[in-house]
């Protein structure tokens, strides 16, 4: 379940990417204004990655396929990602309600299990799409694909360690080590 929960987040970041990419890029004939673009600030930017298509060196049909997969998959995620964002609301309205604890846990408990079937599909939407972009790679870009996804994994392993409580663990506060 780890593996395909990365393994997801992996395929959501190489697929996004280059969508991103191509909404925050200006066009060839639009030039940057300077001044706006050092008065923009981002707190948490990510480090500068080389883009997608350019490390694996795509020809441009296969740039042309390839965003027409991405446009495919994100048209196709996109009503699940809604109604994940409704169901999350839903709990978190009944969490803020009057309701006994009880009642509130008896009516979160089904849109818990339909939120975990909303993500299963979007994780077969995201398997479906890299399936269909490898297809149109050749040998020696899988082989580059695949060390990409590698490193999207450590990244992931180092910038996303697990927060474990103390009181999960057996913690006993009157133990001294």
Known sequence: MKKSLVLAAIATMILSQSISYAATTPAADQQPNAKTEQ????????PERPKLDDRLNLTEEQRQKAHEIRMKGHEQIKPVFEQIKAKKQEIKEIKMSNLSEEKKQKKIEPLKNDLRKLK???RKI?????KEF?????PEQKAEFEKIKQQGRENF???????????KQGFNPDVKK
């Open 120 to 122: 299963t599909e979007v």
């Open 126 to 130: 995201h398997e479906e799409n890299m």
């Open 157 to 167: 392993k180092k910038h996303h360690k697990r927060h474990h409580h103390p009181m």
């Open 39 to 46: 008065t923009k600030v981002c707190p948490k930017k990510m």
């Open 134 to 138: 490898e297809a149109i790679l050749t």
